[in-house]
């Protein structure tokens, strides 16, 4: 199975940063990639898939780039509403594999 | 608008069995895939199983590999999950969601979740 590896586990920034979060692959995945945000009681959302397609409704501050084995979730201008936990998921061989998560939280 | 109604979930002893359902509505159930994922209290998500839009094609996380079953109804716009030989480490928040219909496993819609829990 193809293992996921987000990083950092959790970090905390003010609003208006730019922050990144990172995920790697044990193996290349292509293109593969989706991001979700989760908020606390709820269920997870489709931020971007396909590494860079923003899904829609997601505000243009989201943005995900990468290929092969590194990948990246970017933040233009962190806002309050953004704290929450990030997944990503590989679907490029199934078992699909989420990461651990990436929690964020507002300075 | 799409919804996802999961139902089925309950308290079950250990080696005990569970069938979840999701009733799908607003939009073409037999177009899309499907997909399970699970979320044990206060940890990340974990994919279980995921079903193709014909029901052709199935797969499993290993985790669960021969004591769950996914299954789909279109007629009845209905997704369901057999899990028997239930463990402790299966107790966990259970999501239907759907795939995109451009690329399997990428889940663009969710449900709110059918809980389990496993205990003697």
Known sequence: DIQMTQSPSSLSASVGDRVTIRCRASQSISNYLSWYQQMPGKAPKLLIFSASILQSDVPTRFSGSGSGTDFSLTFSSLRPEDSATYYCQQTYSSPWTFGQGTKVEIK | ?120
Not at chain 2, 84 to 106: F, P, Q, V
């Open chain 2, 1 to 120: 608008e799409v919804q996802l109604v999961e139902s089925g979930g309950d308290v079950v002893r250990p080696g005990g069995s569970l069938r979840l359902s999701c009733a799908a509505s607003g939009f073409r159930f037999g177009d899309f895939g499907m997909s399970w994922v699970r979320q044990a209290p206060g940890k990340g998500l974990e994919w279980v199983s995921g079903i193709n839009w014909e029901g052709s094609s199935t797969s499993y996380a290993d985790s669960v590999k021969g004591r769950v079953t996914i299954s789909r109804d279109n007629a009845k716009n209905s997704l369901y999950l057999q899990m028997n030989s239930l463990r402790a480490e299966d107790t966990g928040l259970y999501y239907c969601a759907r795939d995109l219909i451009s690329m399997a496993g990428s889940i663009d819609h969710w449900g709110q979740g059918t809980g389990v829990t496993v205990s003697s």
